[in-house]
């Protein structure tokens, strides 16, 4: 299965939807994580 994780775009957001740890559990699951370019810059 392929997962996103986008960009907060609401105004003064800055948290990601997802964490290193969650990341690592899904690419061990054998999902593709595609993750937006930016996401997380701002947290």
């Given at each position: 299965?392929?997962?996103?994780?986008?960009?907060?775009?609401?105004?003064?957001?800055?948290?990601?939807?997802?964490?290193?740890?969650?990341?690592?559990?899904?690419?061990?699951?054998?999902?593709d994580?595609?993750?937006?370019?930016?996401?997380?810059i701002?947290?």
């Amino acid at each position: 299965m392929k997962l996103g994780i986008p960009v907060e775009s609401r105004n003064g957001e800055t948290r990601v939807a997802a964490t290193p740890e969650t990341i690592k559990k899904l690419l061990a699951a054998r999902h593709d994580v595609l993750i937006e370019s930016g996401a997380g810059i701002q947290s």
